[in-house]
């Protein structure tokens, strides 16, 4: 069943169309890949869904549900949850004010404890950085304090943007591993992703952009195994 439904989706800015005519599903309980070179749209696309810019033409479903036109902090109690390019955690906060933060939409009070000692659970450097200023961590840390403020709302379907960008190499496993096991978990992905090897690998399907249009689909398998995406997001 489709959790997310694009249908002929279209962005302008001025009078460059971005995104022309895009239409892909994520059905509940996958991990969906959008890859593609740099300015090919994949930003965009996730910018469009949350509504953070508007659509010349399309219609988004969640859940059955036409979001097309729901303003973007209204879809966080809805079960859509967005971890943004460059993380954006409230830099001078602490690194519990943020995950609290992350729980604003739900107002039990035991739960929200209860969430966010599973996320220092998941991440135990956070419980140590608990009263530390976010904006003092490290890269990677910071990509995972924006990723568990986005698991406090308990969403549906997390929608990640270039979740890999800038991290040591051991801080992309450790992201993707925790991809891997919140979707294990039962949390459907979107995953914006320019490393393409590792966005395929755990990827159940995955589309291809290119300039604004999907060039290519497939499982994440068949799409790792394609020559032509191997020469021109894999290195060879």
Request: a neutral charge; charged letters at 25%.
């Amino acid at each position: 069943m489709a959790l997310l439904e694009v249908e002929n989706l279209e962005v302008c800015y001025g009078l460059i169309q971005a995104i022309k005519g895009v239409s892909f599903q994520v059905n509940e309980g996958e991990v969906v890949a959008l890859i593609g070179a740099n300015g090919a749209g994949k930003t965009t696309i996730m910018h469009s869904l949350c509504n953070l810019i508007p659509k010349k033409a399309g219609k988004v479903s969640f859940a059955g549900h036409d979001i097309t036109a729901v303003p973007a902090h209204k879809l966080v109690p809805m079960g859509v949850a967005q971890v943004p390019e460059g993380r954006r955690i409230f830099q001078e906060l602490t690194v519990a004010e943020n995950l609290r933060l992350g729980y604003y939409t739900r107002n039990d009070k035991k739960e929200m404890e209860e969430t966010l000692e599973s996320m220092y659970e998941r991440f135990p450097i956070l419980k140590e950085r608990s009263k530390q200023i976010a904006g003092t961590l490290s890269g990677g840390e910071q990509q995972m304090l924006a990723m568990s403020r986005a698991l406090m709302s308990h969403p549906k379907l997390l929608l990640l943007d270039e979740p890999s960008m800038g991290l040591s190499p051991l801080y992309v496993n450790t992201i993707f591993d925790m991809i891997k096991q919140v979707n294990k978990e039962g949390t459907t992905v979107l995953l914006v992703e320019q490393n393409a090897k590792k966005a395929l690998a755990i990827a159940d399907r995955a589309y291809v952009l290119e300039i604004g249009k999907i060039a290519k689909s497939g499982t994440g398998a068949e799409l790792l195994a394609d020559d032509s995406i191997r020469r021109a997001y894999l290195g060879g």
